[in-house]
Antibody, heavy 120, light 111 residues
Framework: QVQLLQSETEVRGPGASMKVSCKAF????????INWVRQAPGQGLEWVAW????????KYSQRFQGRVTVTTNSSTNTAYLEVGRLRPDDTAVYFC?????????????WGQGTMVAVSS | QSALTQPVSVSGSPGQSITISCSGT?????????VSWYQQHPGKGPKLVIY???KRPSGVSDRFSGSKSGTTASLTISGLQVEDEADYFC???????????FGTGTRVTVL
């Protein structure tokens, strides 16, 4: 079954860093791009970053410049989102979402989400 | 770049049709014909229901349809069913600096 399975809840203090994983099943991760989208409690969706298929190009939302890194590991078919210098307003559910070249600029497969809580 | 504007809530009775609007600007919806719509049930990841403003992915009910005019996109759900009760978000590409902007979200309630 084609799916994206994300890592479990993370709790961090302000200033710390976190790394969320997103493992692909049923397809080869690097044949599609992966986007990261977050949703603060009770709020809407916010695009965070993208890593492209094959060549690994990266794009980041200006709001997170310098604090966010996206990577993939082809041997484990897993994508990662790392956020540093965490702030309380980074508390959110973080989703990975597949970019499908046949469905331009749409995210056709989503992970179940990873809750990241930032609190002192 | 501000979020796209959607109504907070829309409701309808089973079998009725409802329409959700998504208002953007000339920097996003008005320039790019790649509006997508997502359905999200509580505690779940979003599901793609419309892409490129009017197209339905394989497996999505034909009760879902999309349209776009100028800087506003719309999602229509016809023959409303109980399982359609969820949050709905629009999304548009917004250029090579902002990349993607989402809507504020609409809660659909089936009465």
């Amino acid at each position: 079954q084609v799916q994206l399975l994300q890592s479990e809840t993370e709790v961090r203090g302000p200033g710390a860093s976190m790394k969320v994983s997103c493992k692909a099943f049923g397809y080869t991760l690097t044949t599609y791009g992966i986007n990261w989208v977050r949703q603060a409690p009770g709020q809407g969706l916010e695009w965070v970053a993208w890593i492209g298929s094959y060549n690994g190009d990266r794009k980041y939302s200006q709001r997170f410049q310098g604090r966010v890194t996206v990577t993939t590991n082809s041997s484990t078919n897993t994508a990662y989102l790392e956020v540093g210098r965490l702030r309380p307003d980074d508390t959110a559910v973080y989703f990975c979402a597949r970019e499908n070249q046949w469905l331009p600029d749409a995210f056709d497969l989503w992970g179940q989400g990873t809750m990241v809580a930032v609190s002192s | 770049q501000s979020a796209l504007t959607q109504p907070v809530s829309v409701s309808g009775s089973p079998g009725q049709s409802i329409t959700i609007s998504c208002s953007g600007t000339s920097s996003d919806i008005g320039t790019y014909n790649v509006v997508s719509w997502y359905q999200q049930h509580p505690g779940k990841g979003p599901k793609l229901v419309i892409y490129e403003a009017t197209k339905r992915p394989s497996g999505v009910s034909d009760r879902f349809s999309g349209s776009k005019s100028g800087t506003t996109a719309s999602l229509t759900i016809s023959g409303l069913q109980v399982e359609d009760e969820a949050d709905y978000f629009c999304c548009s590409y917004a250029g090579d600096i902002t990349f993607y902007v989402f809507g504020t979200g609409t809660r659909v309630t089936v009465l």
